[in-house]
């Protein structure tokens, strides 16, 4: 049990509530009584966790440092998982490979739908430049 005086760590800091004492993290910066999503007035910072982002002036979300490439192997390993996952692909037959952050699938699928959808769900991966598409219909 959190001591309702003193914080979840010890002390009473940022994020810390009284009401929210037995968690110790009220899910917001600032002043205790400033209902969640406001704006906090004093520094112009919006509460929750866009923590020190100005949204007046957009995001950087996406820009990553300076030459920074994700490597082959992640690539494919996020290709599969979203075939796997998808609802309207049987991925049992579809091979995926990378490289160069170019994803080759080659297989065989079901319907002329799930071909283009296989497409589609390899090229929404982070990171991949092109993709060449090899799978065959057949029913």
Known sequence: MVDRNRGMFGYEGEGFMESDYR???S???GHRNAPRGSRDLESGADRG???GRDTDRGSY???GPKN???SDER???DVCERLTMDHDVDASEIEVMVDGAIVTLN????ERHAKRLAEDIAESVRGVKDVQN???VVR
């Open 27 to 29: 899910g917001g910066y």
């Open 75 to 77: 690539i494919r390993e």
């Open 68 to 70: 920074y490439q994700r």
């Open 49 to 51: 966790w866009n923590i």
């Open 23 to 25: 968690t110790g993290f």
């Open 134 to 136: 090899n799978l065959r």
């Open 61 to 63: 979300r996406g820009l």
């Open 107 to 110: 297989g065989s699928v079901n």
